[in-house]
């Protein structure tokens, strides 16, 4: 399978391969979404894709025990300490952190977990899909919402600085 940003990826000719229509499905699970490992930093592509998501409708909660908040939102250590459901486990930590997030993930009742572009973790995919949640895995779930509902551009916001419309003043 190559479609896409991960083309390349191990995981396109594996078990953990998903199609595009997995993925669409995925995005609309829920609009609850976790984010482990968001950062407080701007330059850090997890701050943009919560930014991207919150701007999509989606609710974002920020899951980072070195952060009290993040764009403005409460910072929870880890899933369990989140009040309510969880849709979207959307994971931005190093693959050898995974295996517990997925089991967190799992204790909480999560839908899905979605694992960053970088981000591979076969065991803990497994035992997601055993637990029956979704996986989707080495993708971004910024990139992949832009490309199938819209808002895919060159800073990776639908800012509409960008036209080729021609101004008249």
Same mark, same amino acid.
């Given at each position: 399978? #190559? &479609?896409?940003?991960? #083309?390349?990826? #191990?995981? %396109?000719?594996?078990?953990?391969?998903?199609?595009?229509?997995?993925?669409?499905?995925?995005?609309?699970?829920?609009?609850?979404?976790?984010?482990?490992?968001?950062?407080? %930093?701007?330059?850090?592509?997890?701050?943009?894709?919560?930014?991207?998501? /919150? #701007?999509?409708?989606?609710?974002?909660?920020?899951? %980072?025990?070195?952060?009290?908040?993040?764009?403005?939102?409460?910072?929870?250590?880890?899933?369990?300490?989140?009040?309510?459901?969880?849709?979207?486990?959307?994971?931005? /930590? &190093?693959?050898?952190?995974?295996?517990?997030?997925?089991?967190?993930?799992?204790?909480?009742?999560? @839908?899905?977990?979605?694992?960053?572009?970088?981000?591979?973790?076969?065991?803990?995919?497994?035992?997601?899909?055993?637990?029956?949640?979704?996986?989707?895995? &080495?993708?971004?779930? @910024?990139?992949?919402?832009?490309?199938?509902?819209?808002?895919? %551009?060159?800073?990776?916001?639908?800012?509409?600085?960008?036209?080729?419309?021609?101004?008249?003043?």
């Amino acid at each position: 399978m #190559s &479609d896409g940003v991960s #083309s390349r990826s #191990s995981v %396109n000719g594996g078990p953990f391969a998903t199609t595009a229509a997995e993925r669409v499905r995925v995005l609309r699970l829920g609009k609850r979404v976790a984010i482990v490992g968001l950062s407080g %930093n701007p330059a850090r592509p997890s701050h943009f894709v919560a930014i991207y998501l /919150r #701007s999509r409708g989606y609710e974002v909660i920020p899951v %980072n025990p070195r952060e009290k908040t993040i764009l403005g939102m409460e910072s929870y250590p880890s899933l369990t300490a989140i009040p309510g459901g969880v849709d979207i486990v959307d994971i931005f /930590r &190093d693959p050898s952190a995974v295996r517990a997030i997925v089991e967190e993930a799992i204790a909480i009742g999560a @839908k899905a977990v979605w694992m960053q572009l970088g981000v591979v973790q076969e065991a803990a995919a497994e035992r997601a899909r055993a637990a029956g949640l979704a996986v989707v895995m &080495d993708r971004c779930m @910024k990139i992949e919402h832009a490309r199938y509902f819209g808002g895919l %551009n060159m800073l990776g916001l639908n800012t509409g600085v960008l036209s080729a419309r021609q101004r008249f003043e």
